[in-house]
Protein backbone atom coordinates (compact mmCIF):
# COMPACT_ATOMS: atom_id res chain seq x y z
CA UNK A 1 0.00 0.00 0.00
CA UNK A 2 1.27 3.10 -1.10
CA UNK A 3 1.92 6.42 1.87
CA UNK A 4 -1.08 8.33 0.05
CA UNK A 5 -3.42 5.38 0.87
CA UNK A 6 -2.19 4.59 4.50
CA UNK A 7 -2.46 8.31 4.73
CA UNK A 8 -5.94 8.44 3.63
CA UNK A 9 -7.02 5.56 5.82
CA UNK A 10 -5.98 7.75 8.30
CA UNK A 11 -7.58 10.49 7.29
CA UNK A 12 -10.84 8.40 7.33
CA UNK A 13 -10.07 6.79 10.16
CA UNK A 14 -10.33 9.96 12.41
CA UNK A 15 -13.07 11.89 10.41
CA UNK A 16 -14.90 9.34 10.72
CA UNK A 17 -14.82 9.59 14.68
CA UNK A 18 -14.81 12.83 14.36
CA UNK A 19 -18.02 13.85 11.80
CA UNK A 20 -20.69 14.12 14.46
CA UNK A 21 -19.04 16.46 16.85
CA UNK A 22 -17.19 18.55 14.05
CA UNK A 23 -20.94 18.88 12.39
CA UNK A 24 -21.80 20.10 16.12
CA UNK A 25 -18.95 22.25 15.94
CA UNK A 26 -19.68 24.01 12.64
CA UNK A 27 -24.04 24.29 13.81
CA UNK A 28 -22.37 26.71 16.58
CA UNK A 29 -20.13 29.01 13.97
CA UNK A 30 -21.88 32.50 14.27
CA UNK A 31 -23.42 33.51 10.92
CA UNK A 32 -20.76 36.19 10.99
CA UNK A 33 -18.64 33.08 9.76
CA UNK A 34 -20.94 32.68 6.98
CA UNK A 35 -21.79 36.34 6.11
CA UNK A 36 -17.70 36.93 5.90
CA UNK A 37 -17.63 33.77 3.41
CA UNK A 38 -20.29 35.14 1.09
CA UNK A 39 -19.16 39.09 0.86
CA UNK A 40 -15.87 37.21 0.09
CA UNK A 41 -17.08 34.54 -2.60
CA UNK A 42 -19.36 36.92 -4.01
CA UNK A 43 -21.74 34.25 -5.37
CA UNK A 44 -23.84 35.04 -8.67
CA UNK A 45 -26.98 32.90 -9.61
CA UNK A 46 -25.21 30.81 -12.64
CA UNK A 47 -22.20 29.93 -10.25
CA UNK A 48 -21.60 25.92 -10.51
CA UNK A 49 -19.45 25.58 -6.77
CA UNK A 50 -17.42 22.64 -5.82
CA UNK A 51 -16.68 22.11 -2.39
CA UNK A 52 -13.31 20.16 -2.27
CA UNK A 53 -13.03 18.60 1.52
CA UNK A 54 -16.35 19.76 2.64
CA UNK A 55 -16.69 17.62 5.39
CA UNK A 56 -20.41 18.32 6.65
CA UNK A 57 -20.64 20.73 3.83
CA UNK A 58 -19.65 24.02 5.75
CA UNK A 59 -19.54 26.10 2.54
CA UNK A 60 -21.56 24.54 -0.09
CA UNK A 61 -24.65 24.29 1.87
CA UNK A 62 -24.54 28.42 2.94
CA UNK A 63 -23.44 28.64 -0.98
CA UNK A 64 -25.78 26.51 -2.67
CA UNK A 65 -29.17 29.50 -1.78
CA UNK A 66 -27.14 31.82 -4.16
CA UNK A 67 -26.04 29.67 -7.08
CA UNK A 68 -27.14 27.21 -9.76
CA UNK A 69 -25.59 23.98 -8.17
CA UNK A 70 -23.15 23.06 -5.63
CA UNK A 71 -21.10 19.85 -5.21
CA UNK A 72 -19.33 18.69 -2.42
CA UNK A 73 -16.75 16.04 -2.19
CA UNK A 74 -14.86 14.16 0.90
CA UNK A 75 -13.04 10.93 1.53
CA UNK A 76 -14.88 10.26 4.31
CA UNK A 77 -18.66 8.67 3.90
CA UNK A 78 -19.37 9.75 7.59
CA UNK A 79 -18.48 13.71 7.09
CA UNK A 80 -20.98 13.46 3.75
CA UNK A 81 -23.95 11.85 6.19
CA UNK A 82 -23.74 14.93 7.92
CA UNK A 83 -23.94 16.96 5.24
CA UNK A 84 -26.78 14.75 3.48
CA UNK A 85 -28.56 15.74 6.70
CA UNK A 86 -28.21 19.18 6.81
CA UNK A 87 -29.25 19.25 3.21
CA UNK A 88 -32.59 17.58 4.21
CA UNK A 89 -33.20 19.76 7.13
CA UNK A 90 -32.47 22.82 5.40
CA UNK A 91 -34.51 21.56 2.39
CA UNK A 92 -32.25 22.18 -0.30
CA UNK A 93 -32.43 20.50 -3.47
CA UNK A 94 -29.46 21.92 -5.61
CA UNK A 95 -26.58 20.25 -4.03
CA UNK A 96 -24.98 16.47 -4.69
CA UNK A 97 -22.37 14.89 -2.57
CA UNK A 98 -19.44 12.49 -3.92
CA UNK A 99 -17.15 10.52 -2.41
CA UNK A 100 -13.71 10.94 -3.52
CA UNK A 101 -10.31 12.44 -3.06
CA UNK A 102 -9.07 16.01 -4.05
CA UNK A 103 -5.59 14.27 -5.67
CA UNK A 104 -8.06 13.06 -8.24
CA UNK A 105 -11.31 14.74 -8.94
CA UNK A 106 -13.86 12.96 -10.60
CA UNK A 107 -15.38 15.83 -12.52
CA UNK A 108 -14.13 16.97 -16.05
CA UNK A 109 -11.72 20.39 -16.61
CA UNK A 110 -12.89 23.61 -16.14
CA UNK A 111 -16.23 21.71 -14.81
CA UNK A 112 -16.81 24.54 -12.02
CA UNK A 113 -16.94 28.32 -11.99
CA UNK A 114 -16.21 28.62 -8.12
CA UNK A 115 -14.05 25.58 -6.20
CA UNK A 116 -13.47 26.08 -2.53
CA UNK A 117 -11.64 23.91 -0.20
CA UNK A 118 -11.27 24.88 3.71
CA UNK A 119 -9.50 23.54 6.64
CA UNK A 120 -8.34 20.93 4.50
CA UNK A 121 -4.72 21.57 2.95
CA UNK A 122 -3.38 20.94 6.79
CA UNK A 123 -4.31 17.15 6.53
CA UNK A 124 -2.44 16.73 3.05
CA UNK A 125 0.75 15.21 2.23
CA UNK A 126 0.99 16.68 -0.80
CA UNK A 127 -0.91 20.39 -1.40
CA UNK A 128 0.67 21.59 -4.53
CA UNK A 129 -0.84 18.52 -6.19
CA UNK A 130 -4.35 19.01 -4.60
CA UNK A 131 -3.86 22.39 -5.43
CA UNK A 132 -3.14 21.66 -8.94
CA UNK A 133 -6.75 19.52 -9.36
CA UNK A 134 -8.30 22.21 -8.01
CA UNK A 135 -7.33 24.34 -10.57
CA UNK A 136 -8.07 22.16 -13.53
CA UNK A 137 -11.63 21.70 -12.50
CA UNK A 138 -12.22 25.46 -12.33
CA UNK A 139 -12.82 27.76 -15.39
CA UNK A 140 -10.73 30.38 -16.78
CA UNK A 141 -11.98 33.31 -15.48
CA UNK A 142 -13.54 31.62 -12.13
CA UNK A 143 -12.01 31.52 -8.61
CA UNK A 144 -10.69 29.04 -6.68
CA UNK A 145 -10.07 29.74 -2.79
CA UNK A 146 -8.45 28.09 -0.20
CA UNK A 147 -9.11 28.48 3.33
CA UNK A 148 -7.05 27.25 6.04
CA UNK A 149 -5.33 27.96 9.37
CA UNK A 150 -1.78 29.20 8.77
CA UNK A 151 0.44 29.95 11.46
CA UNK A 152 3.48 32.22 11.56
CA UNK A 153 6.92 30.91 9.91
CA UNK A 154 8.42 30.98 13.82
CA UNK A 155 5.16 29.03 15.07
CA UNK A 156 5.05 26.28 12.55
CA UNK A 157 7.06 23.41 14.03
CA UNK A 158 5.05 23.91 17.74
CA UNK A 159 1.68 24.15 15.97
CA UNK A 160 2.60 21.14 14.03
CA UNK A 161 3.50 19.44 17.19
CA UNK A 162 0.76 19.84 19.36
CA UNK A 163 -2.09 19.47 15.87
CA UNK A 164 -0.72 16.12 15.51
CA UNK A 165 -0.88 14.97 18.63
CA UNK A 166 -4.36 16.39 18.74
CA UNK A 167 -5.60 14.99 15.43
CA UNK A 168 -2.89 12.21 14.30
CA UNK A 169 -4.28 12.73 10.65
CA UNK A 170 -2.70 16.73 10.82
CA UNK A 171 0.33 16.78 8.15
CA UNK A 172 1.83 20.38 8.13
CA UNK A 173 -0.26 23.62 8.61
CA UNK A 174 1.32 26.19 5.75
CA UNK A 175 2.73 29.59 6.62
CA UNK A 176 0.91 32.66 4.73
CA UNK A 177 3.72 32.01 2.36
CA UNK A 178 3.56 28.69 1.74
CA UNK A 179 -0.20 28.90 0.55
CA UNK A 180 0.56 31.95 -1.99
CA UNK A 181 2.48 29.90 -3.14
CA UNK A 182 0.31 26.74 -4.23
CA UNK A 183 -0.12 28.11 -7.78
CA UNK A 184 3.37 28.28 -8.75
CA UNK A 185 3.32 27.23 -12.18
CA UNK A 186 0.08 26.85 -12.76
CA UNK A 187 -2.72 29.28 -14.79
CA UNK A 188 -3.51 31.16 -12.24
CA UNK A 189 -3.10 34.83 -11.06
CA UNK A 190 -0.94 35.40 -7.99
CA UNK A 191 -3.74 35.56 -4.96
CA UNK A 192 -5.24 38.09 -2.72
CA UNK A 193 -4.66 37.15 0.73
CA UNK A 194 -7.16 37.78 2.97
CA UNK A 195 -5.66 36.85 6.75
CA UNK A 196 -8.22 36.71 9.83
CA UNK A 197 -7.92 34.99 13.39
CA UNK A 198 -10.52 32.67 14.73
CA UNK A 199 -10.20 34.29 18.34
CA UNK A 200 -10.93 33.29 21.74
CA UNK A 201 -12.27 29.45 20.94
CA UNK A 202 -13.13 27.23 24.51
CA UNK A 203 -10.51 24.67 24.26
CA UNK A 204 -12.92 21.92 25.78
CA UNK A 205 -15.30 21.71 23.05
CA UNK A 206 -12.40 21.33 20.32
CA UNK A 207 -10.97 18.15 22.57
CA UNK A 208 -14.47 16.58 23.13
CA UNK A 209 -13.87 16.24 18.70
CA UNK A 210 -10.31 15.26 18.93
CA UNK A 211 -9.17 11.37 19.14
CA UNK A 212 -5.78 10.93 19.84
CA UNK A 213 -4.19 7.61 19.50
CA UNK A 214 -0.59 8.51 20.90
CA UNK A 215 -1.23 10.66 24.17
CA UNK A 216 -4.30 11.33 26.24
CA UNK A 217 -6.73 14.80 25.84
CA UNK A 218 -5.29 15.42 29.46
CA UNK A 219 -1.70 15.64 27.75
CA UNK A 220 -2.49 17.74 24.95
CA UNK A 221 -4.85 19.86 27.88
CA UNK A 222 -1.60 19.84 29.82
CA UNK A 223 0.87 20.84 27.20
CA UNK A 224 -1.34 23.81 26.16
CA UNK A 225 -1.77 25.09 29.77
CA UNK A 226 1.62 24.89 30.33
CA UNK A 227 2.15 27.10 26.64
CA UNK A 228 -0.39 29.59 27.97
CA UNK A 229 1.55 29.82 31.19
CA UNK A 230 4.72 30.47 29.97
CA UNK A 231 3.25 33.45 28.04
CA UNK A 232 5.55 32.51 24.95
CA UNK A 233 3.31 30.94 22.61
CA UNK A 234 5.50 28.34 21.46
CA UNK A 235 2.27 26.23 20.01
CA UNK A 236 1.48 29.46 18.07
CA UNK A 237 -2.30 29.06 19.50
CA UNK A 238 -1.95 32.12 21.53
CA UNK A 239 -3.51 29.82 24.19
CA UNK A 240 -4.49 32.21 27.47
CA UNK A 241 -5.96 30.82 30.68
CA UNK A 242 -9.14 32.89 32.03
CA UNK A 243 -11.63 31.92 34.83
CA UNK A 244 -10.01 28.35 35.17
CA UNK A 245 -10.76 27.69 31.09
CA UNK A 246 -8.62 27.60 28.30
CA UNK A 247 -9.02 29.92 24.84
CA UNK A 248 -7.09 29.36 21.67
CA UNK A 249 -7.06 31.21 18.91
CA UNK A 250 -6.18 29.94 15.28
CA UNK A 251 -4.69 32.24 12.71
CA UNK A 252 -6.86 31.88 9.57
CA UNK A 253 -5.79 32.53 5.48
CA UNK A 254 -8.26 32.45 2.94
CA UNK A 255 -6.31 32.62 -0.62
CA UNK A 256 -8.31 33.38 -3.59
CA UNK A 257 -7.44 32.50 -6.83
CA UNK A 258 -8.62 33.68 -10.63
CA UNK A 259 -8.17 31.17 -12.92
CA UNK A 260 -6.24 32.28 -16.08
C1 LIG B 1 -11.45 19.63 9.12
S1 LIG B 1 -12.50 18.94 7.89
C2 LIG B 1 -13.00 20.43 7.03
C3 LIG B 1 -14.39 20.34 6.52
C4 LIG B 1 -14.95 21.59 5.83
N1 LIG B 1 -14.27 21.87 4.58
C5 LIG B 1 -14.93 22.81 6.71
O1 LIG B 1 -14.34 23.82 6.34
O2 LIG B 1 -15.55 22.77 7.78
C6 LIG B 1 -11.34 18.21 6.76
C7 LIG B 1 -12.03 17.28 5.76
O3 LIG B 1 -11.08 16.99 4.72
C8 LIG B 1 -11.35 15.67 4.28
N2 LIG B 1 -10.19 15.18 3.54
C9 LIG B 1 -8.91 15.03 3.99
N3 LIG B 1 -8.12 14.55 3.02
C10 LIG B 1 -8.89 14.43 1.91
C11 LIG B 1 -8.64 14.00 0.58
N4 LIG B 1 -7.43 13.56 0.20
N5 LIG B 1 -9.64 14.02 -0.32
C12 LIG B 1 -10.89 14.44 0.06
N6 LIG B 1 -11.21 14.83 1.32
C13 LIG B 1 -10.21 14.83 2.23
C14 LIG B 1 -11.64 14.90 5.56
O4 LIG B 1 -12.36 13.72 5.31
C15 LIG B 1 -12.46 15.95 6.34
O5 LIG B 1 -13.84 15.78 6.14
Known amino acids: MSLARDHNAHIVDQFSQQAEGYAALMKTSPSAAEQAMLALVRPAPDDRVL ?3 CGPGTMALDLAPHVAHATGLDLTPAMLAQARAEQASRGLTNLDWREGDVYALPFE ?14 HLERPQSA ?16 RDV ?24 LTPDEMSGLGGGLPVQAPELFPNVAAGLRLEPILAASFPETCTIDDIRALILDDARSGEDRLGLAAQEQGGELFVSYPVTTAVWTRL
Do not use: N
Not at 154 to 172: F, V
Open 131 to 146: FAELARVCRTGGRIFV
Open 109 to 122: DEAFSLVLCGGAFH
Open 150 to 173: TPEAGKSAGYDRIEKLRDPSHTHA
Open 51 to 53: EAC
